[in-house]
């Protein structure tokens, strides 16, 4: 098996990840302010707010048997750099965008 997450799965993670990070810099900062003297602390309430909503969404979603993959991030480069048609295997010249014999779109 390949490492294939569902959409939910990288949601619970992801908001998990905001949710604790940002609560530890909370508790963090806070613990920091009260030990010095009552400066002014920073609350990341922002993230932890986010990262329950997301991992809420994403427990939901993986609960629920929710099995839409995660989108994967597809590297952009050409198909063929060497000019070779990935369709009709002809030669054309490097970083042509189209084969100059069946026509297809070679640079994505
Ligand atoms: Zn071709």
Do not use: H
């Not at 309430?45 to 909503?53: Q, R």
Request: charged content about 15%; aromatic content about 10%; some cysteine.
């Amino acid at each position: 098996m390949s490492k294939v997450r569902t959409k939910s799965q990288v949601e619970l993670r992801r908001g998990a990840a905001w949710f604790f990070g940002g609560l530890a810099v909370t508790i963090l900062t806070y613990t920091f302010a009260t030990n010095g003297g009552g400066g002014p602390y920073m609350v990341a309430w922002g993230p932890v707010v986010f990262g329950l909503f997301l991992l809420l969404k994403g427990l939901i979603g993986v609960l629920s048997g929710d099995s839409e993959l995660a989108p994967v991030l597809e590297e952009r480069t050409p198909a063929s750099p060497d000019g070779k048609c990935p369709s009709c295997n002809s030669m054309n010249p490097p970083k042509r965008q189209y084969c100059q014999t069946c026509g297809r779109y070679m640079l994505a």
